[in-house]
């Protein structure tokens, strides 16, 4: 069996998250990291990567709304779909910055409240739907220009420049104009604020476009929770179910052969809303949930081989570990805050 394994932001670009690392010692993700022959890769967020993965090409769009959707169990079919996050944007003295939802609390009720009330006001052009509280998705009636990046990858990010009125966006541009004016009268956000919780003021609209045709990849299985990930394995064909606590109850159901991807999204909102308390205690975590235990089972023969993949570090790499590798004592361990 070969398992391969995405994990965004493991090396850290945030110098708080370089410095938390210190002295933290991760004896099974260094080994593997030391032992595996690395191969050096474009540098390119997770979700362009796994758009690639499975055979998009560069100039594909990231039609982020309509594969969620998919990973959901929904049928997007021809329509124009976006994602639609809600968002806090922090208001300063030179721009907004934007925060995203994984910083804070949203309630299913809050979510379907504030859809609600964008529906009847948009009356169903673009329709909006709250997928997750934390991730809703709109079907548009026409296309629209809209970002390609998740606000993961923008938060603390000043907004003056992404919100100015280019050409080629002014409808996009318009509709989120008009969204927050209605976010801002609606009582949740006015609720939200009495008890000091971050106003749900905005959406980030990105990720627009029409599924995919088709997708293909070299995995039998897919296990995420980052849904593009679910929703490329559904139109792929592949088997595909939700991130399981540990790689022991992953390796308890896989099967004996063939290609398996896992995505550890885990530490990457604690790395971009630059948590360094709760990024190295999610990196243990991984450690003793899935480094340890995969480790464990390439040196059994359970696993034929191990792939990590860093995509989205500045020196992207991948990798590769078989049994024998580890064999290779002369390469010597070294603290993950050395790879950053």
Not at 254 to 283: F, I, K, N, Q, S
Request: net charge negative; with cysteine.
């Amino acid at each position: 069996m070969h398992c391969e394994l995405l994990v965004p932001a493991l090396f850290p670009t945030r110098e708080t998250a370089q410095e938390a690392l210190g002295a933290l010692r991760l004896s099974a993700l260094e080994l593997l990291l030391a032992r595996g022959r690395a191969t050096g890769t474009q540098a390119q967020a997770p979700e362009r990567w796994l758009l690639e993965a499975f055979g998009g090409g560069e100039d594909a769009p990231l039609a982020a709304g309509a594969l969620s959707v998919l990973a959901e169990g929904g049928e997007p079919g021809e329509d124009s779909w976006l994602r639609a996050d809600p968002v806090h944007l922090r208001l300063g003295r030179e721009a907004p910055t934007l925060v995203p939802s994984d910083a804070f609390e949203v309630s299913r009720e809050e979510a379907e409240a504030l859809c609600e009330a964008l529906n009847i006001h948009f009356a169903g052009a673009p329709t909006f739907y709250p997928l997750a509280p934390g991730r809703w998705c709109a079907r548009l009636s026409e296309e629209i220009s809209a970002a390609a990046e998740s606000p993961l990858q923008l938060a603390g990010e000043k907004m003056d420049q992404r919100l100015s009125a280019e050409p080629a966006a002014r409808r996009w541009h318009a509709l989120l104009t008009e969204i927050q004016m209605v976010l801002h009268q609606h009582p949740v956000n006015a609720e939200r604020e009495r008890r000091g919780a971050p106003a749900l003021n905005s959406l980030w609209l990105w990720g627009a476009g029409r599924a995919p045709r088709e997708a293909a990849g070299p995995w039998r299985s897919v296990c995420a929770d980052e849904p593009l990930a679910l929703g490329l394995a559904r139109l792929a064909g592949m088997s595909r179910r939700t991130l399981p606590a540990s790689a022991d109850e992953w390796l308890a159901r896989a099967p004996d052969d063939g290609r398996h991807l896992l995505v550890l999204d885990a530490l990457r909102a604690a790395h971009a809303l630059d948590e360094a308390e709760a990024y190295c205690a999610r990196l243990r975590a991984l450690e003793a949930r899935w480094f340890a235990p995969l480790l464990e089972a390439l040196r059994a023969g359970r696993i034929g081989m191990l792939t990590l993949h860093v995509s989205d570090a500045a020196d992207a790499r991948s990798f590769e570990t078989v049994r024998g590798d580890l064999r290779r004592i002369w390469r010597r361990p070294r603290a993950l805050g050395r790879y950053a």
